[in-house]
């Protein structure tokens, strides 16, 4: 069992920068792969980073290569978004969600889910 609490978000003028943290229950936390996705409002949640269990492998959705960045520390039991260049665009809920395993790129794989936190990005 893992629980997940989402933090960081907030209201940013676009161009700006915020970092999301997510902090996980647990002693296996480090077996997970780890995911951020976002839901917009009237648009269906969807894929935004991942990394997988060591660390060593990071994937992210087209639209923010080169401006967002995962990482994680599983001595913390946390995993981070850093978000930078921010767009309108990027305003919705961002959860935090863990898969077991090698499974960082299989959205049907993430089986606990924070709650969300609200990130609004001015024009």
């Known amino acids: 069992q893992v629980q997940l609490v989402e933090s960081g978000g907030g209201l940013v003028q676009a161009g700006g920068s915020l970092r999301l943290s997510c902090a996980a229950s647990g002693r296996t936390f480090s077996t997970y792969s780890m995911g951020w996705f976002r839901q917009a409002p009237g648009k269906e949640r969807g894929f935004v980073a991942a990394i997988s269990w060591s660390g060593a492998a990071t994937y992210y959705a087209d639209s923010v290569k080169g401006r967002f960045s995962i990482s994680r520390d599983n001595a913390k039991n946390t995993v981070y978004l850093q978000m930078n260049f921010l767009k309108p665009d990027d305003t919705a809920v961002y959860y935090c969600?863990?898969?077991?395993?090698?499974?960082?790129?299989?959205?049907?794989?993430?089986?606990?889910w924070g709650q969300g936190t609200q990130v609004t990005v001015s024009s």
């Open positions: 969600a863990a898969a077991p395993g090698s499974r960082a790129t299989v959205t049907a794989a993430y089986n606990y």
